[in-house]
């Protein structure tokens, strides 16, 4: 891969860990709903990037879910848990964003940090272990 997409890789789960940052910064500043959103979009910007890896990309914040299904949860190269938690935090953040009267406690968006850390922590090792088979595979196609 060009060297250019392995940096957009890279960019976007940048962009997760930091999400999850801006999430924690928020709640502890009373900003619940922004803080779902941003827990939203750190797992958002780490399929995205996991996307990338297979050349996939998608306009639309359902294509990009459905790729990740299709792609990493239907194939099991993922645990179902991740693609239940993206998929409710997309309708949480849709809620919070267009919906009137929607209310978030506390406790179930600290809990959700903790469960977005881990899904970051797991898409990253996937791209790590894509890198390294990216890498070990140019080593291969050199030295022939």
């Not at 267009?98 to 881990?118: C, H, M, N, S």
């Amino acid at each position: 891969m060009k060297p250019e997409m392995t940096a957009l890789i890279q960019y976007r789960v940048d962009r997760a860990h930091e999400s999850i940052e801006e999430a924690k910064l928020l709640l502890e500043n009373g900003h619940l709903h922004s803080s779902v959103n941003r827990l939203y979009y750190a797992c958002f910007y780490a399929v995205s990037g996991l996307l990338l890896t297979e050349g996939l990309s998608s306009a639309k914040h359902s294509g990009t879910m459905a790729l990740f299904e299709h792609h990493w949860i239907k194939t099991e190269k993922v645990p179902r848990e991740l693609g239940r938690l993206y998929r409710r935090l997309f309708n949480r953040r849709q809620k919070s964003d267009y919906d009137d009267l929607v209310t978030f406690l506390l406790a179930d968006i600290e809990t959700w940090i903790g469960e977005v850390k881990t899904f970051v922590a797991v898409i990253s090792d996937v791209i790590r272990k894509w890198e390294e088979d990216d890498k070990a595979n140019r080593g291969k196609l050199g030295s022939e």
